[in-house]
């Protein structure tokens, strides 16, 4: 025994006296055992005051020994970067840790902030519904964000590694107490699969601080033989350290195992997938405090933990003891730390009924009872010196102690079945709820199911509010709600267990209320005149315990969190200068070299003057084959798709059954039944999955087949006056003069070199333009012998950027960027196809509706600049009207400093802009408007002689 | 998280399908009127109970099916294939029972 630990026992407990740990608690340094956890470690130490409230800075001591601890919330770094809202009471005292307490300032022990605790009639529940109004929230919310909530975000790069896996089993157990390590023996004696879970680093639940009989022998050595016989079985898998936080539908369950998080090496938590084919759920019960005044001081302690920190880490949490109870397990409880050496110096019971075993087992012992009696309040102000009760005669009377044991009865840990769909049921006589319809495939056992071992002793009195006003009783410790905030929602009508929740905040801290929600129910009903079963129950909702995000994310984080698509070529695009952003998934060239507005002239004007290279790999190419395929198309596209030739190409809108334009681009018919249909470059699988919807669910009786062949093929866009004379002396490839390849076909074949190759002569540029396709794999090398063809410097690569000045110039619209969800084909200029169009296809009784008729519609028109040196962004709106009318008219879509036209031009959206052809508008952009003139959209070789050259 | 019967992989994982929605009405033809019209495209019943709905299983055969699922209990009743008739399935009023959530 470390003599630096004072109220360390000489004997017993789960601890290894053999080594020592040291950790840091703010600042000083601490001596424990493994086996220990902080708080274990800290109260051998003597510590009291762990934490601070939330809400008002009461100095608080540890509650609980287990997940449920409100209280002892510490920001923790063990080598993994600092982690906030660590429960003490289950963070194992490791070697070199390093704690610190939270929400105070400058220390645990004297806190300014406990200002608003003195101040607190200031903050009743609901404060903030009524305070902030004048002059407005605005003039607080600083102030509150600062106070607001505990714990610090740890900065820095997260050190821990996270990953998912994903697992099956026949029975998952959650919980390794008696029940549920006896219901694992069970299963796996059966040779089913078997998984046991349990949040602990060690198995045995209850038995590892309150042994009893089992079949006859000593719960240790039950518990060491069933962990050995579990052991020695290849179908059972032993859990520990980690935490069933969800139950999902179908019998899934998520796991948060940090068995691996606390290594020096790099420390490792998994989230755990696991589908079970059964569920156990032996989750123990949780031990609920009692309600009296100053009942939230340091020194008051659940009765079990009481027990659990004597009888599992050998801690005397106090020298005088008293106990408050309302049943029956808080006597087994506190009988047992008596016997342990904590001696108990009173039982304060609120039933007048204890049973005479108990009484009896009381005076052997040397304790004064006190049933019937009603605890007032307890004594002291950063640590108890007593507690005042009026007993059974109503005289009040005081007991001397540093430490009150409390037991408000015990409710079984049902979050797991009720996110299962399990259905609770309220017990009149335990005073709690406890499963009553179990879902299919799912058990309840042990004290989860409400079986806590005294179903014969006397039933548990439910906490009331004290008569007396004897200071204020918490019923919240970590959200800093007391009965009388119960009381003010109450009269303020906030009488539904959800809106009270909600009003009060009380059980949305951290703890998720597993050691209030019970009391403030019990408290709604009393006051309301129900019973609790009426009032009802919270949804609990996954998860159990805080899961770290990192978690959560597994290794979907940074390259991993969505990860690039990359050219083929990507290397060469490299090698050529080029800056690449991301469009879409894809990493794409935007353009190439240092300075982005000369590069980007430089690339559109030798487009326009000479010749331009584009990598056109990433347009969506889907292959549509078989007898019905151009009847399919017909049914897809805006355009008639039954008239086009083969080897010939056209252009196409898809509209979705709104009528709205979701997809554009060129469709080839390569033969009679064989069809490609280009998406836009971001959309193929969206359109090729949309294609097989369309196939799959509604023109099933059609045959064809859809394959989306995009990644298969590279492709070579070729664009200006020397485009074709470049691309004609690759050896092998068909004659492409106008008069025999002119705009708008197709071929396909094989280069001399056998290389097979499709061409399509089209045009997003405006200028005489092909798009080379071949093999994925072979698209750098093509490239460089267009290159080498073109000669030195003549063949200029384009970036992304330069592509789309280019088509703002023609005044092609990029669907997406210059239409939205509301826009249909009328709106950009397709009304003739539409009407021209006989038969029915996707969208097209929408475009019949008269509010899609409508002339006063957005529709899409050029505007230009009347100032030549300006510029305008996409997002800037059209406006009309003075300041004080003023409204928007519509918005710009594409702009661009036009390097051909040596201007800035635009397309944009709005309203009736059919007719105002020529009329003046106003474009406003951060505070200045812009005279500008509305045009035709297409401000570059409108009659498409170059492109057709 | 479900688990679905794929009619042509077997049971998989919820995470290996895409969600269609309800299965709608069939196709109106072109005349029909503007409210009949907006019924098919946004009206859909949501029912506490029994749903026939779309999934496909777009990580796997990427087949198209329909599903009969109780939304209360998310028990799967029945799969059969896109443009088949629905089976009739026999649910003994379980949701109804059950109360729902």
């Known amino acids: 025994m470390s003599p630096s630990q004072p109220l360390r026992k000489a004997q017993g407990g789960r601890i290894d006296r053999t080594r020592t740990v040291a950790f840091r608690f703010d600042g000083r340094r601490y001596l424990g055992h493994p086996g220990d956890t902080l708080a274990s470690a800290l109260l051998a130490n003597g510590v009291k005051v762990m934490g601070r409230s939330m809400k008002l800075h009461r100095p608080r001591g540890v509650l609980s020994a287990g997940v449920e601890e409100p209280n002892a919330l510490f920001s923790v770094d063990w080598g993994s970067g600092k982690i906030p809202s660590i429960r003490a009471t289950v963070m194992p005292a490791l070697d070199g840790l390093v704690a610190q307490s939270q929400n105070c300032f400058p220390s645990v022990n004297f806190d300014l902030g406990r200002a608003l605790d003195f101040t607190h009639r200031l903050w009743p529940a609901g404060f903030y519904y009524k305070m902030f109004k004048w002059p407005s929230w605005r003039a607080f919310e600083w102030a509150v964000r600062r106070t607001a909530g505990i714990g610090r975000l740890p900065d820095g790069t997260d050190r821990t590694r996270y990953r998912h896996l994903n697992s099956h089993c026949d029975v998952l157990v959650v919980g390794s107490g008696p029940s549920g390590l006896a219901a694992a023996l069970e299963a796996g004696r059966r040779g089913e699969d078997v998984l046991v879970v349990e949040q602990d680093v060690a198995f045995g639940g209850s038995l590892l601080h309150d042994p009893m009989a089992i079949d006859g022998a000593a719960s240790d050595d039950w518990l060491e033989a069933a962990l050995a016989e579990l052991d020695g079985m290849d179908n059972v898998r032993l859990m520990a350290n980690a935490t069933a936080a969800g139950c999902y539908d179908h019998n899934l369950v998520t796991i948060h195992d940090r068995s691996a998080a606390y290594r020096s090496d790099g420390p490792v938590e998994t989230f755990h997938k696991v589908r079970a084919r059964r569920i156990v759920l032996a989750t123990g019960a949780t031990e609920q405090p009692m309600l009296f005044g100053n009942n939230d001081l340091p020194g008051i302690m659940l009765a079990g933990a009481v027990h659990a920190y004597v009888g599992r880490y050998a801690v005397n949490c106090g020298q005088r003891v008293a106990g408050v109870v309302n049943n029956d397990a808080g006597w087994h409880s506190l009988l047992a730390v008596h016997d342990a050496g904590t001696a108990v110096r009173a039982i304060v019971d609120t039933r007048g009924d204890v049973e005479r075993e108990l009484l009896d087992a009381a005076e052997e012992r040397g304790i004064a009872v006190h049933p019937g009696a009603t605890p007032l309040t307890a004594r002291g102000s950063s640590g108890v010196r007593g507690l005042r009760f009026a007993a059974a005669n109503e005289t009040t009377k005081q007991v001397d102690c540093d430490l009150i044991a409390m037991s408000g009865g015990l409710n079984p840990t049902t979050q797991l079945y009720s996110q299962a769909g399990g259905k609770l049921r309220y017990d009149e006589r335990r005073h709690c709820f406890v499963p009553d319809k179990d879902p299919a495939d799912l058990d309840v056992v042990g004290a989860a199911s409400g079986s806590f071992g005294w179903e014969n002793g006397s039933s548990v009195r439910p906490c009331t509010v004290a008569p007396v006003r004897t200071g204020r009783q918490w019923v919240d410790f970590q959200h800093d709600v007391t009965a009388a905030d119960i009381e003010l929602a109450v009269r303020e009508n906030y009488v539904s267990v959800e809106h009270m929740k909600r009003y009060t905040t009380a059980g949305m801290a951290v703890d998720q209320g597993k050691t209030s929600n019970l009391g403030v129910l019990s408290l709604l009903a009393q006051l309301t005149g129900r019973s609790p079963g009426e009032v009802g129950t919270t949804t609990a909702r996954p998860q159990f315990m805080p899961v770290t995000m990192g978690a959560i994310a597994g290794n979907r984080r940074g390259d991993f969190y969505r990860p690039a698509k990359r050219l083929a070529a990507h290397d060469w695009h490299a090698g050529e200068g080029a800056v690449f952003d991301d469009y879409g998934a894809w990493k794409r060239p935007a353009f190439y070299g240092d300075d982005r507005d000369a590069s980007i002239a430089r690339e559109v004007l030798a487009v326009r003057q000479s010749v331009g290279f584009f990598d056109g790999s990433p347009l969506g190419k889907i292959e549509v084959k078989g007898p019905d395929a151009a009847r399919f198309l017909d049914r897809i596209y805006v355009n008639n798709v039954l008239t086009l030739k083969p080897g010939r190409v056209r252009y196409g809108l898809m509209l979705n059954e709104n009528g709205v334009v979701i997809d554009d681009g060129v469709f080839v018919r390569q033969d009679e039944d064989h069809f490609l249909v280009n998406t836009t470059s971001g959309n193929a699988e969206r359109i090729a999955a949309w294609l097989e919807e369309w196939h799959q669910c509604e023109f099933f009786d059609m045959r064809l087949v859809l394959s989306n062949v995009t990644s298969q093929w590279a492709v070579a866009t070729l664009a200006g006056p020397d485009a074709r004379a470049v691309l004609q002396s690759l050896p092998g490839l068909i004659d492409l003069s106008t008069a025999s390849f002119p705009h708008l076909r197709f071929a396909a074949g094989h280069l001399a070199d056998g290389m097979p190759y499709r061409l399509q002569r089209v045009s997003f540029s405006g200028e005489q333009s092909y798009e080379l396709s071949v093999p994925s794999n072979r698209a750098a090398s093509i490239f460089e012998r267009l290159q080498a063809a073109a000669g030195p410097g003549k063949l200029v690569p384009i970036g992304v950027e330069a592509l789309m000045v280019l088509r703002t110039e023609k005044g092609f619209v990029h669907v997406g960027v210059d239409t939205d969800g509301t826009t249909n084909p009328l709106d950009i200029g397709f009304g003739a196809v539409v009407d021209r169009k006989q038969r029915d296809f996707i969208g097209a009784r929408s475009l019949a509706r008269p509010n899609d008729r409508r002339t006063d519609r957005r529709q899409l028109v050029g505007f230009e600049l009347l100032d030549r040196n300006a510029s305008v962004p996409a997002g800037a709106h059209f406006v009309t009207g003075s300041n004080g009318g003023r409204r928007s008219e519509g918005f710009v879509t594409s702009a661009c400093d036009s390097p051909t036209l040596g201007r800035t031009i635009g397309i944009g959206l709005i309203e009736g802009g059919f007719g105002r052809k020529g009329e003046e508008v106003l474009v406003y952009d951060s505070g200045r408007n812009l005279p500008a003139r509305i045009v035709d959209p297409c401000f570059y070789d409108p009659s498409g002689e170059r492109m057709r050259a | ?101």
């Open chain 2, 1 to 101: 998280m479900l688990r679905i019967p794929c009619p042509y992989c077997g049971e998989r994982d919820e995470a290996e399908f895409r969600y269609g929605g309800e299965v709608p009405g069939s196709i109106p033809q072109t005349d029909v009127g503007d409210q009949a019209w907006a019924d098919y495209l946004f009206a859909r019943d949501n029912p506490k109970g029994l749903v026939h709905e779309r999934w496909c299983h777009s990580h796997g055969c990427g087949q198209w099916f329909n599903v009969v699922r109780d939304t209360v209990t998310h028990r799967i009743h029945a799969v059969y294939g896109a443009g088949e008739a629905p089976p009739v399935v026999d649910c003994s009023n379980e949701s109804q029972a059950d109360g729902g959530r």
